[in-house]
């Protein structure tokens, strides 16, 4: 998770950065089995955020808004308040209702 969060750091947020953050996600899976959840929510709403946009350039208020979204969420499920269950299954809940457009 901390590499997933460095590398989105370093983006910009263009539209490919949504596509890339799916791809690279949906690999974590196999090699973080503890936040298989997670990083498939994650990798959903990066996915239906492209989607939406349908490969069209992002105006940069819906860009930086979007990133700057889903860097907060990466870094609270690396943070204290979602080590234990009932904080997880709420950040799960947050991401899973969460619309980054």
Known sequence: M???LN???QQ???MNTYL???S???ELRATEPE???LLRLLADL???FAEDYDRRPLPIDVAEGALQQLTGLIEAALGPSAADPAGRLA???QIGAAELA
């Open 24 to 26: 690279r996600a949906l």
């Open 46 to 48: 990066a996915g239906r």
């Open 7 to 9: 590398w989105l750091l």
């Open 12 to 14: 910009k947020g263009s």
């Open 2 to 4: 901390n590499e997933l």
């Open 35 to 37: 936040h298989v959840a």
């Open 91 to 93: 950040l799960l809940n």
């Open 20 to 22: 890339e953050f799916q």
